[in-house]
């Protein structure tokens, strides 16, 4: 995603979007190598008519387990130690490699519940985790800028195109290719994320898997049917869906959920005033209204765009998809 400030606001300038692999080609996010990444950004860029090397402004994420992202309640202290503090914090949120923790974090200001205590918005990888991306993008030719992680872009794109409201929280689901990011946050609760491991793919592979077919014809289906692709007779009655065989869908529903079912236990905030739903996986057929049925709250489709002057010059059927991308380019602008 593209975006320039000007007088009048945020502009939406271009977008862009390549498949790793190519179209009609099985999907395996265990087999995509690094070739193949830079291959694809770099044809990307092309078609977009943009020269790596000429990108001033790059904002870049990481995800999944790779990144953690929490808050942290601890003691008020001098910046130094704070530094130490938050390190040592980091290890115990991140898988280690071998290599040391590098962290960046952000002080919200003080606790409401308890004195002398503080929030801190904490975000922590390893080298050797910041290393690879960093490689990976002078590969493709950019100068790297800031590195993020999708939690935050996604808040970021939010907040970007909606207001949080004034009591509760927002459910925040970006469903990508292998995993998804939930984020739960409101203006006076605890911000809180997620990574599950349920992604697009699964839902096509446990097609493919249940429906003995190849993986090509199953994301066909995906497309056509959506969630009631795993049905053997097609019907759109909800009702029916849930007596059903439980599926992939049901078992990102139940981690939404457990994980719903945790942060109101943690945090005495169990009011929650709607989902939004983003990411690639976001526009199957069905699965919007599966996820307001079975967890009995409003949920809506996320378009980071919205609010982005431009947006009715571009043609795109889900803008959902560009929800992560939109909040990276809003971070270039805040960092200003």
């Given at each position: 995603v593209l975006l320039e400030k000007n007088r009048g606001g945020t502009k939406i300038v271009n977008?862009?979007?390549?498949?790793?692999?190519?179209?009609?080609?099985?999907?395996?996010?265990?087999?995509?190598?690094?070739?193949?990444?830079?291959?694809?950004?770099?044809?990307?860029?092309?078609?977009?008519?943009?020269?790596?090397?000429?990108?001033?402004?790059?904002?870049?994420?990481?995800n999944g387990t790779n990144v953690s992202v929490k808050q942290i309640t601890?003691?008020?202290?001098?910046?130094?130690?704070?530094?130490?503090?938050?390190?040592?914090?980091?290890?115990?949120?991140?898988?280690?490699?071998?290599?040391?923790?590098?962290?960046?974090?952000q002080v919200f200001g003080p606790n409401p519940k308890e004195v002398d205590k503080i929030d801190i918005g904490l975000v922590a990888c390893t080298k050797k985790v910041s290393n690879a991306h960093l490689e990976l993008l002078k590969e493709i030719g950019f100068t790297p800028g800031i590195i993020d992680a999708d939690p935050i872009a996604l808040s970021?794109?939010?907040?970007?195109?909606?207001?949080?409201p004034e009591e509760g929280a927002v459910v925040l689901?970006?469903?990508?290719?292998?995993?998804?990011?939930?984020?739960?946050?409101?203006?006076?609760?605890?911000?809180?994320?997620?990574?599950?491991?349920?992604?697009?793919?699964?839902?096509?592979?446990?097609?493919?898997?249940?429906?003995?077919?190849?993986?090509?014809?199953?994301?066909?289906?995906?497309?056509?049917?959506?969630?009631?692709?795993?049905?053997?007779?097609?019907?759109?009655?909800?009702?029916?869906?849930?007596?059903?065989?439980?599926?992939?869908?049901?078992?990102?529903?139940?981690?939404?959920?457990?994980?719903?079912?945790?942060?109101?236990?943690?945090?005495?905030?169990?009011?929650?005033t709607k989902i939004m739903i983003s990411g690639g996986g976001s526009s199957t057929q069905g699965l919007k209204e599966m996820i307001e049925q079975k967890l009995s709250l409003s949920t809506e489709l996320f378009n980071p765009f919205q609010s982005l002057a431009g947006f009715e010059n571009i043609d795109i059927s889900n803008p959902g998809q560009y929800a992560i991308s939109t909040g990276l380019a809003v971070r270039g602008f805040l960092d200003e």
């Amino acid at each position: 995603v593209l975006l320039e400030k000007n007088r009048g606001g945020t502009k939406i300038v271009n977008t862009g979007i390549r498949l790793v692999p190519d179209q009609n080609k099985t999907y395996d996010p265990e087999s995509i190598t690094k070739p193949m990444w830079v291959m694809a950004v770099r044809e990307l860029m092309r078609e977009m008519n943009i020269n790596p090397k000429r990108v001033k402004n790059l904002v870049s994420s990481l995800n999944g387990t790779n990144v953690s992202v929490k808050q942290i309640t601890t003691m008020d202290m001098p910046e130094d130690e704070l530094f130490s503090s938050m390190t040592f914090e980091a290890r115990k949120h991140i898988p280690m490699d071998g290599s040391d923790a590098v962290i960046d974090f952000q002080v919200f200001g003080p606790n409401p519940k308890e004195v002398d205590k503080i929030d801190i918005g904490l975000v922590a990888c390893t080298k050797k985790v910041s290393n690879a991306h960093l490689e990976l993008l002078k590969e493709i030719g950019f100068t790297p800028g800031i590195i993020d992680a999708d939690p935050i872009a996604l808040s970021n794109a939010f907040g970007n195109s909606k207001e949080f409201p004034e009591e509760g929280a927002v459910v925040l689901l970006d469903i990508g290719s292998v995993s998804s990011s939930l984020v739960v946050w409101g203006r006076k609760d605890q911000f809180f994320t997620r990574d599950i491991p349920i992604g697009g793919y699964h839902f096509i592979s446990s097609l493919s898997e249940k429906l003995d077919m190849d993986y090509v014809s199953a994301e066909d289906k995906m497309m056509k049917d959506g969630i009631n692709s795993f049905q053997s007779s097609i019907d759109n009655d909800l009702n029916d869906i849930s007596v059903a065989e439980k599926n992939v869908f049901d078992n990102l529903i139940e981690d939404v959920r457990r994980t719903l079912r945790y942060y109101a236990k943690t945090t005495n905030q169990s009011f929650f005033t709607k989902i939004m739903i983003s990411g690639g996986g976001s526009s199957t057929q069905g699965l919007k209204e599966m996820i307001e049925q079975k967890l009995s709250l409003s949920t809506e489709l996320f378009n980071p765009f919205q609010s982005l002057a431009g947006f009715e010059n571009i043609d795109i059927s889900n803008p959902g998809q560009y929800a992560i991308s939109t909040g990276l380019a809003v971070r270039g602008f805040l960092d200003e």
